[in-house]
């Protein structure tokens, strides 16, 4: 007798597949608040999983280290010792992702093989390895960036890297909530439309996120309400020119929009919370639409307590991981309020 398709296992690794895409961004964001981005300079796709075992391997690696600029230019003063603590960091981020890539891989040539899937699905779970693979291109290309004359990696492929891989995870999790809710229901497209705003804002926000994570802007200006006492905005944020450039590399600017659409964020919110209030909804989207609200104040606070204290590494950890719980709830809101 046949297996059913789509049934709950492939529920369950697609889900898997999520908890390990927000370990990944966890670690991920550990390795670029500690600086530890740049302690690999090389990509071995195997033998990278495995690190160094002895003291001569560590002296080899730390000797390879020595030859960028981030040791140059940077990190002279560091002992081997040094270099281990940054190490290890990266070297967990890399295997995790190694990880994540099998995780998705084998899993789905097992229920290929064993015909578990719908030809719907398989469409959807080659987007989504697509993504896996576009996303580790992402990471091996940011890092890339930094280990050419200055030490530090582009903003734009930093931000790219990181959006992304809140994406797949999106991605990830609206495929395994098709399956979990396969019937289709009458929707409020109006309501449904807003909700698609609210979306595409938060996005725009993340990827400013991860500007502000490349350029270290979130070190600057740290006072709220007031980028600078008694300043809304202050006259840095605007400098450069021509204009548009403070948008993009002008790291005052950044944090100015940042900031911005942070307040835009959750304006949208509190109006999808209170329309969908005026609406008969399901237990399940009332919930959804009640964390939402829950979230975006969070994070809101986060934020706030970020800037004010000057990116401590707990804080830089709980804003991000604030920002993928809000994705999260944004994207289950918008399952449920689509089919």
């Known amino acids: 007798m046949a297996k059913q398709k789509d049934n709950k296992n492939v529920i369950y690794w697609l889900l898997t597949g999520c908890a390990l895409l927000f370990i990944m961004v966890v670690i991920g964001g550990i390795t670029r608040l500690t600086d530890s981005g740049l302690s690999m300079s090389d990509y071995k796709l195997i033998t990278g999983t495995i690190p160094p075992l002895n003291e001569a391997e560590w002296q080899e690696a730390f000797e390879v280290y020595q030859q960028y600029p981030e040791f140059q230019k940077l990190h002279s003063h560091f002992t081997l010792s040094d270099f281990k603590s940054i190490y290890f960091w990266e070297w967990l981020h890399r295997v995790m992702g190694r990880l994540i890539g099998l995780v998705f891989i084998i899993p789905f040539i097992y229920f290929l093989a064993t015909k578990q899937l719908t030809s719907k699905t398989i469409k959807k779970c080659l987007v989504l390895l697509a993504l896996g693979a576009f996303q580790g291109f992402l990471g091996w290309y940011m890092v890339k960036s ?3 004359d200055m030490p530090n990696v582009s903003h734009y492929r930093l931000s790219a890297h990181l959006t992304t891989a809140f994406l797949t995870f999106a991605a990830t999790l609206w495929v395994a909530l098709d399956l979990k809710f396969p019937k289709k229901k009458p929707i409020d497209k109006s ?4 909700l698609v705003v609210g979306y595409i804002v938060l996005a725009i926000q ?3 996120g991860g500007f502000v994570a490349g350029l270290k802007a979130g070190l600057l200006h740290n006072h709220w309400p007031f980028m600078n006492e008694g300043k809304f905005i202050h006259e840095s944020a605007y400098a450069i020119e021509p204009f548009y450039i403070n948008l993009i ?5 950044i944090q100015f929009v940042h900031r911005t659409i942070a307040y835009i964020v959750v304006i949208i919110i509190g109006i999808i919370w209170y329309r969908a209030k005026q609406m008969t909804l399901t237990p399940i989207q009332s919930k959804s639409i009640d964390s939402l609200l829950f979230l975006v104040c969070l994070q809101f606070l986060l934020g706030v307590l ?3 204290y000057g990116v401590p590494l ?3 950890v709980a804003h991000q991981i604030g ?3 809000l994705l999260s709830a944004m994207t289950f809101a918008l399952h449920r309020f689509s089919r």
């Open 249 to 253: 590399e002008n790291p005052s600017g």
């Open 146 to 148: 930094g280990l050419v």
């Open 191 to 194: 309501f449904r439309n807003l």
């Open 206 to 208: 993340i990827i400013y």
């Open 314 to 316: 707990w804080l830089g």
């Open 323 to 325: 920002a993928f719980f």
């Open 306 to 308: 970020t800037i004010i």
